[in-house]
Every structure is written in structure tokens, then in C-alpha cells.
């Protein structure tokens, strides 16, 4: 049992470490698109009660906003 929950913490820091590593190189409208999505998406699942439709709808609304608001 303590194996399994080091072995999955040590997964889950690799895994955020990766994802983190990919946006080294994004614009400030990238990363407000990318930011706007996971807000959005954790605010619709919410709303949503857990919905995968909640979820991608306010991933879909979240990265729009998040795309616009860099807009010049």
C-alpha cells in the first residue's frame, strides 16, 4: 500500500513536471488560451455536476476568453 502511493506521487510530480515543460515556449495569447481552458473546464465540471459535456463546454468558453483577452 505505501508503494502504491509514493509510486503514483512520484508519477503525478513527473507528469506536472512535463506538462509545465511544454509551455516554455508559448506566447502570452497561448498561454491565456491554455489557462482560460483548464479554468473554464474545472468551473463547467462544476457547474455541470461532473458532466463530461459541463466540462468541455466551459473548456471551450474558458480558452475563448482566455484567447480574446490578449486581444490588441
Known sequence: MKKTSI???GTAVVLALL???GCAGMTTREKNTAVG???G???G???GGGSVL???AGA???GV???QSTKK
Open 41 to 43: 473546464g474545472v468551473a
Open 45 to 47: 465540471n462544476i457547474i
Open 19 to 21: 506538462v509545465l515543460s
Open 60 to 62: 471551450a468558453a474558458g
Open 7 to 9: 509510486s503514483l506521487r
Open 65 to 67: 476568453i482566455g484567447h
Open 54 to 56: 459541463g466540462t468541455a
Open 37 to 39: 481552458a483548464a479554468i
